[in-house]
């Protein structure tokens, strides 16, 4: 059975599947991040039904952490390597200690999912080698794939949660992702690659056409 490690914020205590939880921060009495953990947990289980998950709690109830949090929650999924991990969030500052906990994690079997911003640098640790990168597509819609090879994201997957309208961007596409992941029971990073490629339907990156105004007609 596949296991997921979401890191994210806390999902409720009779959430099917959930195994484990541990939390990493001081709840704040606000709802967003349940919300969030909810909209990934229920985008990967349309995918993979069978799956169990280890949820890291690093969101305390707003949608904002702290690197030590997040390096604090990976050194513990690596302590039992799940076969995935996703991570819905992204550090402008690249770390020594989170490259060493993702490596750690990559190198004890689990393929690390991480979201990317459209636009700007790179984040981590979806700039990490080997972490797989995605970031928001509108062309796609679930269980659709594009294809970018950029800076920032080497995937795009539909921006929109499932069951969670209101959830949209990146870690929504990463979600899907890690569903589509989920699914295949890819067990290396090049695995994973490829069955994400049989999802391709676009090629290149997203490009919005200017919009159009009508022409004033005559009186």
């Not at 961007?169 to 994973?192: C, I, R």
Request: glycine fraction near 10%; proline fraction near 9%; charge should be negative.
């Amino acid at each position: 059975m596949i296991r997921v490690g979401l890191i994210d914020g806390a999902l409720p205590p009779d959430w099917p599947g959930v195994t484990v939880r541990r939390r990493f921060c001081t709840i704040d009495g606000a709802d967003l991040s349940r919300k969030h953990a909810s909209a990934m947990a229920t985008t990967i289980g349309a995918y993979c039904e069978d799956f169990k998950i280890i949820n890291a709690v690093v969101f305390p109830g707003s949608l904002s952490t702290t690197l030590g949090m997040v390096c604090d929650a990976l050194e513990w999924l690596g302590d039992d390597p799940p076969d995935i991990v996703l991570c819905s969030f992204g550090s402008a500052r690249a770390s020594v200690e989170l490259s060493v906990m993702t490596s750690r994690l990559q190198n004890g079997g689990s393929l690390v999912v991480a979201s990317a911003p459209a636009r700007g640098d790179p984040v981590y640790p979806a700039a990490y080698p080997d972490v797989i990168s995605v970031q928001g597509d509108a062309r796609c819609g679930p269980g659709e794939i594009s294809r970018l090879d950029l800076p920032q994201a080497t995937f795009g997957a539909c921006p929109q949660a499932l069951g969670v309208p209101e959830i949209r961007g990146a870690s929504a596409a990463a979600a899907h992702a890690a569903g589509l992941l989920a699914q295949s029971g890819a067990t290396s990073a090049p695995v994973a690659a490829g069955d994400l490629l049989q999802h391709v339907r676009y090629t290149g990156r997203e490009r919005k056409s200017p919009e159009l105004k009508p022409e004033p007609q005559p009186a």
